[in-house]
């Protein structure tokens, strides 16, 4: 029955068309000052109607193909080896030009949000916008787009990299703005980036249907996309949104318009509001208004809205305009309020709340909840409001399987900002993502394998250069030894990179922030990213790993630990030398003192006379201390096995 499902959805998700004379003659993905990749035949593609014959010239070469049936043509050229910008000229039915372009490398930044993260938010931001005239870089952002089945044109277009062009469309990604511009300070290559990221999002989110197949743990979410796909409809790309179209009453009955009568809505005192309603211990959805009154005069600056701490989903609209919407990290709640929102007199705020565990909801002190005007002025929200039941969501009552409000089901990502993205040549791939799998470490560890063959596949161009970015440090640091799942999904990483062709891994465990899980030094992770490229792709004898853990030798009363990648030597950077933990054979760690001998770190703790395990950097935000004498942190690791 389950391989009959599973066939059933790989046949709906794959089965997905579209009219070839609705397609144009060549993808988007080919326009003024791309960069076309160096050292390998690319592939130029686009649609006519079937029979149509197809010329494409370049430099002085020149590549033929007819359409297929289907209406897709594919031409193969080499491009010339030239420091020159060149046109392309494609003829078919109709005849199509393209200038300024250069032949490089081409590299595809990947990732969530820390690798969408702008170059204006970085460190000295404005500075290095301003100071971003770079002829010879050439950036493209694929637009975001979640598909339920493998899309066929991905949206974009080419760009110089000017201070204008960095700012817009989201911004450059300055990790990969960072990293290019390294690699060509040290050998003066046509670099371009193709943005292909969006925050928050799951690895399995950027994996095909295909890919994921083994991984049983996403069967049923596979088999409902299959069920909305057929149903038709939006294509959100998470499961909740399609859930509150399905169940949420209050939404299709329109209890966010600001102009709804309310009188037969229950009085309840917030925080709260939920026992009022009948389902304090029970997930349930509920809306909540309240009219607040603003002076006749409204002071300049932006205004927000504060809410504390909510469980577990929140949607916010103020005079039927959408505010805010969370259900991950973004605790306590602050949303900005755009202009033209809040008037003067009345206003009408509507939070609906999706809550899941007993007196959840909202969770604060009631004086932090508020409207906060560009004066900063303080409007309290605490006290009374009129609340209404939407979704009593006990069983029998399906709940959605999946809380987040952005795009995280299995494959969408693939389908809409992948598969339409290849077969376009590139030298290889950046990846900066991890965070949103975190706790699922165990999986991780063949579910990124997994995505980079995937990947591989598709743009069929060999075992192409993929480099990760190890996460940062984020979160409080721990004052005792232990478990941790951060950690965990580090170690994935570093296996991935340890164990995948051609791959490696950039350590950023020095650069992070534990009270931000977005830290602005991005000029570090591009730099660490390029020294790999630089290292294994263009020549450069230079170092590009921090210390990795090579082998354990038990001593009197200690450990012994060897590492390669010592480049000039092991050193301490910050302090003391940490952070380092140790365990006998029962398993309880304890703080472990270390020093330096050579090639090697003795490890040793007075509650352990006999250790046998060691770790290091084994939490969210370690004391990492530990570099050796290029610059490079080592590489966090455990001599345990994983449980």
């Known amino acids: 029955m389950k391989n009959r499902s599973v066939l059933a959805i790989l046949t709906l998700l794959l089965a997905g068309s579209v009219r070839a004379d609705s397609l144009p003659l060549v993808s988007p993905m080919f326009g003024d000052n791309m960069v076309l990749q160096r050292d390998k035949t690319n592939v130029i593609w686009g649609w006519a109607k079937p029979g149509e014959s197809i010329q494409v010239a370049l430099g002085g070469q020149t590549a033929s193909a007819v359409t297929k049936p289907d209406g897709a043509w594919q031409a193969r050229l080499l491009p010339p080896n030239s420091r020159n910008s060149l046109t392309m000229e494609i003829r078919g039915p109709q005849t199509v030009v393209f200038t300024n372009i250069l032949v490089g490398d081409v590299w595809l930044c990947g990732g969530q949000s820390n690798m969408e993260f702008p170059l204006s938010r970085a460190r000295n931001g404005d500075a290095e916008v301003k100071a971003a005239n770079r002829s010879n870089l050439r950036l493209l952002t694929i637009k975001p787009h979640a598909a339920y089945v493998p ?310 161009q060999g075992d192409f250069p993929f480099y990760l970015v190890s996460l940062a440090a984020f979160m409080p640091h721990k004052l005792s030894p232990g478990n941790d799942s951060w950690a965990e999904l580090r170690e994935a990483q570093a296996m991935t990179a340890g164990t995948v062709t051609n791959s490696g891994l950039a350590i950023t465990i020095d650069v992070g922030n534990a009270n931000d899980i977005h830290p602005i030094d991005k000029k570090t992770v591009g730099d660490r990213l390029a020294a790999w490229a630089l290292a294994k792709n263009y020549g450069r004898n230079v170092p590009y790993s921090g210390p990795t853990f090579k082998r354990t030798e038990e001593i009197a009363g200690a450990l012994k630990l060897d590492f390669d990648h010592t480049d000039g030597g092991l050193m301490v950077k910050g302090g003391k030398l940490g952070e380092f933990s140790v365990a006998g054979a029962d398993g309880i760690w304890f703080w472990a003192e270390a020093k330096i001998e050579g090639d090697s770190v003795i490890v040793w703790s007075s509650s352990v006379p006999h250790p046998k395990y060691a770790r290091y950097a084994w939490q969210a935000n370690p004391r990492a201390t530990l570099f050796n004498g290029a610059g490079f942190p080592a590489v966090p690791f455990r001599t345990d096995p994983a449980h």
């Open 151 to 460: 899309a066929t044109i991905a949206q974009g277009g080419w760009k110089l990299c000017t201070p204008q062009t960095v700012t817009e469309d989201g911004g450059v990604s300055a990790v990969g703005y960072f990293f290019a511009r390294k690699i060509q300070r040290e050998t003066n290559v046509p670099i371009a980036l193709i943005k292909d990221c969006w925050g928050g999002t799951p690895a399995e989110s950027w994996a095909s249907v295909e890919a994921l197949k083994p991984f049983q743990e996403f069967d049923a979410q596979l088999a409902e996309i299959a069920r909305l796909h057929a149903r038709g409809g939006p294509e959100y790309g998470n499961f909740i949104s399609h859930w509150y179209d399905e169940f949420d009453g209050g939404q299709k009955n329109g209890w966010f318009a600001a102009g709804l009568d309310d009188s037969d809505w229950q009085t309840v005192t917030i925080p709260g509001g939920f026992r009022e309603l009948g389902v304090p211990d029970t997930p349930a959805v509920c809306y909540f208004r309240k009219s607040v009154v603003l002076p006749t005069v409204l002071p300049a600056g932006p205004a927000k809205i504060c809410l504390g701490i909510v469980e577990r989903m929140d949607t916010v609209q103020i005079n039927g305009h959408w505010v805010g919407a969370s259900a991950w990290v973004e605790n306590p709640r602050v949303y900005p309020i755009g202009e033209g929102i809040l008037k003067p007199g009345t206003n009408v705020v509507v939070i609906r709340v999706f809550k899941t565990k007993p007196e959840g909801g909202f969770e604060s002190k009631p004086d932090d909840l508020k409207l906060e005007l560009g004066d900063q002025t303080e409007i309290p929200l605490a006290g009374e409001w009129k609340g209404k039941l939407s979704v009593d969501a006990r069983p029998p009552q399906p709940l959605p399987l999946g809380f987040e409000n952005w795009p995280t089901m299995p494959a969408v990502l693939y389908n809409g900002m992948i598969a339409p993205v290849a077969p376009f040549a590139i030298r290889g791939v950046i990846w900066y993502q991890g965070e949103a799998n975190a706790g699922r470490a165990t999986q991780y560890q063949k579910l990124l394998p997994a995505m980079i063959a995937d990947w591989r596949r598709v743009f069929a």
